[in-house]
């Protein structure tokens, strides 16, 4: 059986886990949908919805091969919390991650992971090659493709193209980050949101329900590690959060008051590390997002209009509003494609019934030509998806030429590329 990290999708799938290219291969010939599963962090059934659910952490494949000075081959297989320490020792980093990073580095790509920074891209951006193995069983490398059309395509894919074994990624020298978290009225972070993206390396906040405050988050370069990162009281705060919400079932005043001293406990943070230990944190409580990614001009009025609707509609809602931003790019599946966007994500608890609640936002996000991220909830499908991407059909009909009979496409991914 496998299950994903926040419980929501199920597969009764036998997990199957090849050490080889040779038993890789056996296993994509011989099954009907084989669905390849990374580290299981996406909310969508990207990989549940399958014949077989196939795991590669057993995979070996080259580890660590530089091209050239910022160019390196990477067992695509690999976590990228194993590849940033390695990467490390090269004096070499990702540019940017998300805010974890157990992620193997295919299922990252695959869905446009991305974190925070006006002038920096998702993490598929950084691909510059892939070698990947079809349907028939035969690998390819995106290097013999004169057209460049197979990375364009392959660099945010869904698992539909191929089975990714190696990526050619773009990495910049090891860098320090300097860490300044500090709380701030909403409507100072609205007013200065642009600037302070515009001004720092990293930009992020986060707005906490029915407080009106928002956590600030800023990363910029330093020369060295300073100071030392405080205790972790992130998933602390979660539960502080969910107590305030239960106050508030008595009285919605107790609520306030349980968030205003709940701010006034958040301790403001400066220090520097390593890029990547700065970035990325564990999420220990589990929960379920939605996550849409919206043109920039449109930031501010979704971003107040998905507020005023959960604190109006869903008192049971607790877990911050996350915003970033990420620069655009030209993958066709990107939802960066032709440009920045500012991400805004909605998270309930795991075991909490999200459906309603991401019902009633989805239409804020779709009216302002919003595109989800790929990993995470949302009801689009295949009409609305042509709509949305320019290169969609190219990208269609090039899934079609490498795997013409849709073994990668199970039900749920045919009704988000093939449609009715
Ligand atoms: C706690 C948490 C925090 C998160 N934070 C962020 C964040 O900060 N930013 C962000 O953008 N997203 C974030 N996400 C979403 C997450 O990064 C994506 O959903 C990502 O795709 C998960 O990677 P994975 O390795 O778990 O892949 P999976 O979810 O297991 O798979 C994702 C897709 O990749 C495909 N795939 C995996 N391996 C291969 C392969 N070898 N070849 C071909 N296809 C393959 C799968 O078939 C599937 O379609 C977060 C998710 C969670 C649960």
């Not at 320490?85 to 940017?96: I, K, M, S």
């Not at 978290?181 to 001004?199: F, G, K, P």
């Not at 968030?259 to 403001?268: G, H, I, K, Y």
Request: include cysteine; charge should be negative.
């Amino acid at each position: 059986m496998w299950e994903n990290w926040a419980g929501n999708q199920l597969s009764q799938s036998h997990v199957l886990r090849p050490t080889s290219v040779d038993e890789l291969r056996q296993v994509i010939t011989s099954e009907k949908t084989p669905r390849i599963a990374g580290a299981g962090h996406s909310f969508t059934p990207l990989v549940a919805d399958a014949s077989r659910v196939v795991s590669l952490d057993g995979l070996s494949t080259v580890s660590l091969h530089p091209s050239s000075e910022n160019l390196v081959w990477l067992n695509a297989n690999r976590r990228l919390q194993e590849l940033s320490p390695a990467l490390g020792e090269h004096n070499l980093a990702f540019r940017n991650l998300g805010d974890i990073n157990v992620q193997t580095l295919a299922g990252a790509v695959s869905t446009a992971t991305h974190g925070t920074g006006a002038d920096l891209p998702c993490l598929s951006a950084e691909l510059q090659n892939v070698k990947m193995m079809l349907a028939s069983g035969e690998v390819i490398n995106s290097e013999d493709d004169p057209t460049g059309e197979l990375i364009a395509a392959a660099r945010v894919s869904l698992g539909v193209l191929g089975v990714l074994l190696e990526a050619q990624v773009t990495l910049v020298p090891k860098y320090y980050l300097r860490r300044r978290v500090e709380m701030r009225a909403l409507q100072d972070t609205l007013d200065r949101m642009h600037e302070l993206w515009a001004s720092h390396r990293n930009f992020e906040f986060f707005y906490i329900p029915w407080s009106q405050k928002t956590l600030r988050i800023r990363h910029d370069l330093a020369r060295e590690p300073m100071g030392k990162a405080p205790a972790d009281f992130d998933n602390l705060a979660v539960y502080g959060l969910r107590a305030a919400r239960s106050l508030g079932h008595l009285h919605p005043s107790l609520r306030r008051q349980a968030l205003a001293l709940l701010s006034m406990l958040q301790t403001e943070e400066d220090y520097a590390d390593e890029g990547w230990k700065v970035l990325c944190s564990q999420r220990n409580v589990r929960f379920v997002e939605m996550e849409y990614h919206v043109p920039t001009e449109a930031a501010r009025d979704v971003l107040m209009e998905v507020i005023q609707r959960t604190e109006a509609n869903h008192p049971d809602v607790y877990f911050p509003i996350e915003v970033r931003k990420t620069a655009g790019d030209t993958s066709w599946l990107s939802p960066f494609q032709g440009g920045s966007r500012v991400s805004v994500a909605i998270h309930t608890a795991a075991q909490q019934n999200f459906a309603e609640y991401f019902r009633d936002i989805e239409p804020i996000f779709r009216e302002a030509y919003a595109r989800p991220h790929w990993g995470k909830m949302h009801s689009l499908e295949f009409a609305d998806l042509e709509a949305l991407y320019p290169d969609f059909h190219r990208f269609c009909s090039l899934r079609e030429t490498l795997d013409p009979s849709g073994k990668f496409l199970s039900g749920y991914l045919q009704r988000l590329l093939v449609g009715g």
